[in-house]
């Protein structure tokens, strides 16, 4: 028996009687013999049923050419080369640690200070930037209007009160090219103070670098290996964000548990990895001290905990590759302080975080020495309004609104930072 367009056909109470009334009379159907027509006969083509081209079996395709790449087979993960029993954890920037920073300073076990470092908020302010405020407006307005990009946006949802208001669908620029422009664009404009302090020529902007790294948390590694979007590197390292008084306080200091559950939780488990450390560029490269790390953010729902947590462990599986480069593989406790920083930008501003690497041992959140971090709040360059369809003409359309042209200034001293010139005026 199956369901037939006349049984189904005219019924409007669909109760259970009048249902098992129709299965009754209609839920029948015979199938009928197959009829070959004379004139097909007579002209002699061979007539199969459909039910015996189901019984035979279907002959193996094979591609012209043996060894085409698209259509060779994939390798089961078990058969692969970086096939390990034990798993390990996997991390990227997509991962969203739910409790922010509290869950990732467990796993760096690193102390987290609010604000910028000293040594970058005296540089607040201390170059100025000639025709700032026109230069960014212009910079916000090619990242955000003077683009030919048409690409088919998201589907914007209704707020609560027009919840049946439906959204064309929009054409434009995406969020993350905006960021990218935007952040190619801030990087030129401190780039242009080279002509007031000279050792900037020898900042180097690396795209794309792959980064490869581990980090051992309780018997159990955690493997990053993705690509960066871009990484500042220069002539020199960073110089520690902390002195030694810092590191002894660190000693005392205890980061809050989230017991029951383990700080690992958002991670996933996998079996096909490698225990290696790259950085993104050899040792022996001229202007090999990575000095910024840059990445665009993936997702406008996440929190600014979320992301500086995000931020803080890329920075902490970059220093820690940095470490086995510089230190060993063995290293636990550096003899010298690794110092990177992060920024992750957005399409209306960027988030600044600050990483001092000082020990690896991180079996033990509470015993010995702590890694620091400092975060800053969200710089806000300027607001994005969307348009309102269903209000006055003024109101229609996109807004850009709220522009602060001293938002640049954290960015600046972050870029600043390292430069023998500033340092030694500062002295």
């Avoid at 959204?167 to 801030?186: H, P, V």
Wanted: with cysteine; aromatic share 8%; net charge neutral.
């Amino acid at each position: 028996m199956r369901l037939t367009r006349k049984l189904c056909a005219g019924i409007r109470d669909v109760t259970v009687r009048n249902w098992n009334i129709q299965w009754q009379r209609h839920g029948k159907f015979n199938d009928q013999p197959v009829k070959v027509p004379p004139a097909l006969v007579q002209k002699g083509v061979e007539i199969v049923d459909a039910k015996e081209l189901l019984k035979r079996k279907a002959v193996p395709w094979s591609p012209p050419v043996a060894d085409d790449l698209r259509w060779a087979e994939a390798v089961p993960p078990e058969e692969r080369a970086d096939w390990k029993t034990e798993p390990a954890y996997s991390f990227s920037h997509e991962v969203q640690l739910y409790e922010g920073m509290k869950q990732a300073c467990l796993i760096a076990k690193a102390q987290h200070f609010e604000g910028l470092p000293p040594a970058v908020q005296e540089l607040v302010g201390a170059v100025p930037t000639p025709d700032r405020d026109l230069l960014l407006q212009r910079l916000i307005m090619l990242s955000q209007c003077w683009n030919t990009d048409e690409t088919r946006l998201p589907k914007r949802k209704a707020p609560p009160h027009k919840i049946l208001w439906k959204f064309k669908r929009a054409y434009g620029i995406t969020a993350t090219k905006s960021s990218e422009i935007l952040l190619r664009s801030l990087l030129r404009l401190c780039q242009s103070h080279v002509g007031d302090l000279p050792s900037l020529a020898a900042r180097r902007q690396t795209y794309q670098p792959l980064l490869h790294s581990h980090v051992m948390y309780r018997d159990k590694a955690i493997v990053q290996r993705e690509s960066l979007d871009c990484v500042v590197s220069s002539d020199s390292w960073l110089p520690p964000f902390a002195g030694e008084d810092a590191l002894d306080e660190s000693v005392a200091h205890r980061i809050p548990d989230m017991w029951p559950v383990l700080p690992t939780v958002d991670f996933t488990d996998i079996h096909n990895y490698e225990l290696d450390s790259l950085p993104g560029f050899s040792r022996e490269r001229q202007f090999g001290c990575p000095h910024t790390i840059l990445q665009i953010g993936r997702s406008s729902e996440w929190s600014v905990g979320q992301c500086q947590a995000s931020q803080l462990l890329t920075c902490l599986l970059y220093t820690a590759a940095l470490a086995r480069h510089k230190f060993g593989d063995n290293v636990r406790i550096l003899p010298e302080p690794i110092s990177i920083q992060h920024v992750s930008m957005q399409p209306t501003g960027f988030l600044l975080t600050f990483f001092q690497l000082n020990t690896l041992d991180l079996d033990n959140s509470e015993a010995g020495v702590k890694n620091l971090v400092w975060t800053a709040d969200k710089c806000q360059l300027f607001e994005k309004i969307l348009g309102q369809p269903w209000m006055p003409q003024p109101l229609k359309r996109d807004r850009l609104v709220h522009f602060d042209g001293a938002a640049f200034e954290p960015f600046l001293a972050a870029y600043l930072n390292g430069c023998p010139e500033l340092a030694s005026s500062a002295s």
